[in-house]
């Protein structure tokens, strides 16, 4: 005695997530086999050897238990996952161990056919399968063909109904029906094979070219079909066009249906998709991304007000009464400010704080001082501002405050509502009056803590001479 020895054929009926195995067992090895299966998996494998099909390598398996001579034998294999490619081996098992047959591979279907839908009357139309008017239809890929957008062919074979009768086919064309009797042109005893049926001339219905089956087609004068109806003998399967189905709506009815049952959701990132209706036409539906949405929402708002996180404002703003421009109340520490500033270029190294003037000579800022001397560097006679973005060099960009609140580390201690001045050091501001001479006088605002300065520089100046 020996193990079975097996051959795997090519599997059968694939759809999405099913397809059905199919084995031989060559020679039983002088004892009945008392397990026979298939093993498959995502990725390919060497011939396990004599293992349990639970070790050989392979994520699933499927097996029989029995008492199993020679023979072809079949297993369906379901929860599959649709358009992906696996590898199978047949197995058997007796009293001396196991063996495997060699390995073959299958692609499962992308997906149902997904532009008809089906009457819930009857099972899937195949050989061996009783019509069952609690279940749905189902017609895969390779039973139903879309040859165009109005066009759909039946490709399996029909065989007897229930009730011992072969299927009757019918075919209508709404445009034609006062032309052909309204749902006429019947076929009649399908157990004749499509290649030796001579009656399909100028059919609605007709036998296909290839004799894998029957398809609908273009009737007389170019028109397509619109419906068609499989009479079973008790039940009826119905089938409609892709056309058929949007012209009636019942696209927009299904989707309404499922918003309708879809749980409130807030919480969006941008990758989340979302449904759209388009206003013409409501059968049409599209799907963007909440990161578009939000990109076409921030160039509309733009267009209309100012950004809250910056931007340009085309128009005037008009305070009304009773309106204000309201400065933050206190300044949470040293480099910090509130108010009214312009870019500029500096014209020398800025540090936050600087008290600068606007040079007439090149229009940069540099450090203001209290002298006067004619020609001389730091005239702050002239416009004066606060550096609140530090520049490393002449050249580089800067902002300058022209009214408002700041904080600086290089500030001094100021006393409360001390009136303060142009420092005869460049940069510096001061409560002490200057007292040098040729040395302006001039007061750049008050201080509103010991830290905070309201800078509101006077026009005026006084030059000491004496």
């Not at 006077?458 to 030059?463: F, G, K, L, Q, Y």
Request: aromatic share 10%; charged share 20%; net charge negative.
């Amino acid at each position: 005695m020996s193990k079975p020895t097996l051959t795997i054929q090519a599997v059968t009926e694939i759809a999405p997530t099913t397809v059905k195995a199919n084995g031989t067992i060559a020679n039983t090895g002088g004892v009945n086999a008392n397990k026979r299966g298939f093993v498959y998996s995502l990725t390919s494998h060497g011939d396990p050897g004599n293992v349990q099909p639970g070790v050989s390598g392979y994520e699933f398996y499927a097996q029989d238990s029995g008492s199993f001579t020679f023979g072809i034998f079949d297993i369906e294999l379901s929860s599959l996952e649709k358009d992906n490619k696996f590898y199978i081996r047949a197995f058997a098992h007796n009293s001396e161990g196991y063996s495997y047959s060699d390995e073959i591979d299958f692609t499962t279907l992308a997906s149902i056919y997904p532009d008809a839908i089906y009457s819930p009357r009857t099972k899937i139309n195949k050989d061996g399968v009783n019509y069952d008017s609690a279940q749905t239809t189902k017609l895969y890929s390779p039973d139903v063909t879309k040859l165009d957008d109005e066009v759909v062919s039946i490709e399996t074979k029909l065989g007897l109904n229930p009730q011992g009768a072969y299927a009757t086919v019918r075919a209508w064309l709404d445009a034609l029906a006062s032309a052909i009797g309204g749902i006429v042109t019947t076929f009649l005893g399908l157990s004749d094979t499509p290649a030796s049926y001579a009656g399909s001339a100028g059919k609605v219905v007709a036998v296909k070219g290839d004799a894998t089956g029957l398809e609908f087609i273009t009737a007389a004068g170019g028109e397509k079909c619109t419906g068609a109806e499989i009479d079973t003998g008790s039940d009826d399967a119905k089938f409609a066009t892709s056309k058929a189905i949007r012209d009636s709506g019942l696209l927009n009815s299904v989707v309404a249906g499922e918003l309708a049952a879809m749980t409130a959701f807030t919480a969006l990132v941008d990758a989340d998709v979302l449904l759209l209706e388009a206003s013409a036409d409501s059968n049409k539906k599209y799907k963007t991304l909440w990161s578009n949405i939000k990109s076409v929402l921030k160039t509309y708002f733009d267009g209309l007000y100012l950004a809250l996180a910056g931007g340009t404002l085309t128009g005037d703003i008009t305070f009304g009464e009773n309106t204000y421009l309201i400065l933050d109340n206190v300044l949470s520490g040293d480099g910090k400010a509130c108010g009214i500033i312009q870019d500029g270029v500096a014209g020398a190294a800025l540090a936050f704080g600087d008290l600068c003037y606007l040079d007439p000579t090149d229009g940069r800022w540099e450090l203001a001082d209290a002298g006067v001397i004619t020609a001389a560097d730091g005239d702050c006679r002239g416009t004066l501002a606060i550096c609140v973005l530090a520049a490393n060099a002449d050249g580089d960009a800067t902002k300058m405050l022209f009214w408002g609140k700041v904080r600086a580390a290089a500030f001094p201690s100021f006393t409360i509502n001390a009136q303060l001045f142009v420092s005869e050091t460049a940069g510096d501001i001061v409560e002490a009056i200057p007292t040098s001479l040729d040395h302006a006088i001039r007061c750049v605002g008050v201080a509103l803590t010991a830290e905070d300065l309201f800078f509101n520089p006077s026009p005026d100046n006084i030059t000491r001479i004496a």
